[in-house]
């Protein structure tokens, strides 16, 4: 079970952290991503990591405003989301891959296989301007 956290509301310019925490099974075997969802769009992967060999993927949209990372040790991973904009806004939510063989690229668009991805509910991000 995957459960995503850490969402509101937020000006402008301001940062939020999304946690999702897992149980049931251990990370340690997991890619891990982060997606999202605005009203009337189709799901976007914003940031994936595959594993813990630096291939780390970030949609073009928030390089160098987002950061995924992992505590396989809580069995946790998080998004630290700065300089948040408006068109951040979206229900954003967490998955994992078992076993990921390809990049993290693959994984965050959308190419994984479905029996061997996990999602979390949502948690809602709202930025007003």
């Known amino acids: 079970q995957l459960q995503a956290s850490g969402g509101g509301l937020v000006q402008s310019g301001g940062s939020l952290r999304l946690s999702c925490a897992v149980s049931g099974f251990s990370l340690e075997s997991y890619g891990v991503g982060w997606f999202r969802q605005a009203p009337g769009k189709g799901r976007e992967g914003v940031s994936c990591d595959r594993s813990r060999d630096g291939d780390i993927y970030y949609a073009d949209s928030v390089t160098g405003r987002f950061i995924i990372s992992r505590d396989d040790a809580k069995n946790t991973v998080y998004l630290q989301m700065n300089s948040l904009k408006p068109e951040d806004t979206a229900v954003y939510y967490c998955?994992?891959?078992?076993?990921?063989?390809?990049?993290?690229?693959?994984?965050?668009?959308?190419?994984?296989?479905?029996?061997?991805?996990?999602w979390g509910q949502g948690t809602q991000v709202t930025v007003s301007s």
């Open positions: 998955a994992a891959f078992l076993a990921p063989k390809r990049s993290s690229r693959y994984y965050c668009q959308g190419y994984g296989d479905p029996g061997s991805t996990f």
